[in-house]
T-cell receptor, first 110, second 115 residues
Framework: DAKTTQPPSMDCAEGRAANLPCNHSTISGNEYVYWYRQIHSQGPQYIIHGLKNNETNEMASLIITEDRKSSTLILPHATLRDTAVYYCIVSPQGAQKLVFGQGTRLTINP | NAGVMQNPRHLVRRRGQEARLRCSPMKGHSHVYWYRQLPEEGLKFMVYLQKENIIDESGMPKERFSAEFPKEGPSILRIQQVVRGDSAAYFC?????????????FGSGTRLTVV
């Protein structure tokens, strides 16, 4: 079973920042937070991951609370192509399978 | 640097036939994972293989489903005597064996339709 809770859907205007929350109150000390997304009919795509520090890459930023019980994925300037289902996953580094929940269906509106 | 290659992209089978789904991992990856996504649902883990070995098949249905990853060639997910409930998207992912950095790389999937 997934260890995360995400809102089922969100909307965001094109060009604005999209902030996707994720609760993982039972996260263990050795578990990372991973974000993947699945654009319609495609395979999931890795976005970013982190342990306790905030992380940023060319796609997004990941903000993890100090107690690590929740995190937020930020897409700084959302485009229509960012419309997808976004999955927040917690997993130990070295774990050999990912457990996907239902994710958040993000719709970017023009 | 080709990614994970899955074929066919679309597969139609009649009830009772066999379905074979192929997955070629990324170059340098020796770990393969199969996931199934039923319509309007999330991805569910099926099986994890390394070359010539099944490491974790806890998500595989007990009957009709099998997987292999031979020393040479792609990984094969085989479904015997397909039923309509097998209609789904089947995704393969590969990794170098350590879930860090990029973690998994997924293929584009095979959409199986059973008629």
């Amino acid at each position: 079973d997934a260890k995360t809770t995400q809102p089922p859907s969100m909307d965001c205007a094109e060009g604005r920042a999209a902030n996707l929350p994720c609760n993982h109150s039972t996260i263990s000390g050795n578990e990372y937070v991973y974000w993947y997304r699945q654009i319609h009919s495609q395979g999931p795509q890795y976005i970013i991951h982190g342990l306790k520090n905030n992380e940023t890459n060319e796609m997004a930023s990941l903000i993890i609370t100090e107690d690590r019980k929740s995190s937020t994925l930020i897409l700084p300037h959302a485009t229509l192509r960012d419309t997808a289902v976004y999955y927040c996953i917690v997993s130990p580094q070295g774990a050999q399978k990912l457990v996907f929940g239902q994710g958040t269906r993000l719709t970017i509106n023009p | 640097n080709a990614g994970v290659m899955q074929n066919p992209r679309h597969l139609v089978r009649r009830r009772g036939q066999e379905a074979r789904l192929r997955c070629s991992p990324m170059k340098g990856h020796s770990h393969v994972y199969w996931y199934r996504q039923l319509p309007e649902e999330g991805l569910k883990f099926m099986v994890y293989l390394q070359k010539e070995n099944i490491i974790d098949e806890s998500g595989m249905p007990k009957e009709r489903f099998s997987a292999e990853f031979p020393k040479e060639g792609p990984s094969i997910l085989r479904i015997q005597q397909v039923v309509r409930g097998d209609s789904a998207a089947y995704f393969c992912a590969s990794s170098s064996g350590q879930l860090k950095g990029y973690g998994y790389t997924f293929g584009s999937g095979t959409r199986l339709t059973v008629v």
